[in-house]
């Protein structure tokens, strides 16, 4: 806390007419309220000029404070930018947040300070329609160009349902073809160079050596690629929007869906700060059984990835190999999972006796069990 007061003092030194607002929070990380028209000098002082500084940019997002009940503690806004700072030195983060008054925002870009915010700007600004000035391409990145609004604001809709019946009027197939056509400025690329025309291909977004629905923009110059721009909306599942009407528990499923192959691990990410936001204590018990269903999903996750990747290298065998494996691995963890295996305090239930030893959890005893039931399906190389 010393340090953290020190760190307070020495921004209102730096910055004389600077008015900071400490605020407690549950995770214990340090955070300050900034006004926004001192938002960039700040964020430069922290990261270039202060001893030990903070030169990893962690995250950058917003919130829609607009139905909230407002404390008076801490400035009123419409919405709240919120920045997390890294300190390698100090090892420890800083949250830097940023009252929005106004309705339709807008502020100052800092990717001339972290390249990275490149992309954390232009997501705030998709999902929640604030401009940042300055920003080299501002445009949406999750969302398709066509799309009206900007979901993470209270005021989209939740559902297909609150939109009214879909019609696709001439007007609007006309606008979608024209999107459709491939404009290399929109996405930043330039046609030309000063000797030579540059041509684009598009990988994706289904392609069979993607497994997955990503999208990719090459700019090349003859057999040399210049660029390569990803598209990643594609990817997006709206699982922010889908949490805004659902409880604190009734939204665990949703996190399995994060990875299919590893929903438990999601489960736990989720949970974990549930808990730390309402002073939950898990038993030590269920903090073991956690962490053993997490790691059975992690190894399951890690067959279908080596499954896979093997054959695209032309390896059916070892694919075939993995996917009977996962089965086998499966069938034991389906004693124990259920929908959502792992509940907000605790866990679903105790462990089945392939999982335990003299009533205590043993990620030895599973083993065991796994190998001598299966253990004649792994291949010795």
């Known amino acids: 806390m010393e340090t953290n007061t020190r760190l307070t003092d020495q921004l209102k030194l730096r910055f004389s007419d600077l008015h900071v607002i400490e605020q407690s929070t549950r995770d214990e990380i340090f955070t300050l309220w900034l006004p926004i028209f001192k938002l960039k000098e700040v964020l430069y002082y922290l990261k270039k000029e202060i001893a030990k ?58 990717t001339s300070f972290w390249a990275n915010a490149n992309w954390y700007e232009r997501e705030v600004y998709d999902m929640f329609g604030i401009h940042f000035e300055g920003h080299p391409h501002l445009r949406r990145i999750l969302m398709p160009q066509s799309w009206t609004g900007h979901p993470l604001r209270k005021e989209h809709p939740s559902r297909a349902t609150e939109m009214g019946p879909f019609h696709l009027s001439d007007e609007k197939q006309d606008l979608e073809q024209s999107s459709l056509q491939f404009k290399p400025e929109e996405w930043g690329l330039e046609r030309q160079s000063d000797d030579s025309d540059f041509m684009f291909l598009n990988i994706g977004p289904q392609h069979p050596g993607t497994h997955g629905v990503l999208r ?22 709206g699982a922010e929007k889908m949490a805004e009407r659902q409880s604190w528990h009734t939204y665990i499923p949703y996190t399995d869906r994060v990875d299919y192959l590893g929903g438990v691990n999601n489960n736990l990410a989720y949970l974990l700060a549930v808990e730390e936001l309402a002073g939950i204590k898990v038993p030590e018990r269920a903090k073991v059984i956690r962490v053993m269903m997490c790691e059975f999903f992690r190894i399951a996750s890690h067959l279908v990835w080596y499954g896979t990747f093997a054959q695209d290298l032309g390896n059916f065998h070892l694919y075939f190999t993995c996917s009977r494996i996962v089965k086998k691995y499966l069938m034991l963890l389906k004693r124990y999972v259920a929908v959502a295996c792992i509940p907000t305090g605790s866990v679903l239930e105790v462990l089945p006796k392939t999982f335990r030893k003299d009533g205590k959890p043993s990620y030895k005893v599973f083993w065991i069990t796994f190998r001598n039931d299966y253990g004649n399906m792994i291949p010795s190389c």
């Open 53 to 110: 500084p903070y030169i990893l940019l962690y995250d950058l997002t917003a919130i829609d404070e607009r139905t909230r009940k407002k404390d008076r503690d801490y400035p009123s806004s419409y919405f709240t930018l919120v920045y997390h700072l890294f300190s390698f030195d100090r090892n420890s983060f800083l949250r830097i947040k940023v009252a929005l008054p106004d309705g339709h925002p807008s502020v100052p870009s800092i």
């Open 216 to 237: 990719i923009i090459l700019q090349l110059d003859g057999e040399d690629i210049v660029d390569a721009i990803p598209d990643i909306g594609f990817h997006h599942r």
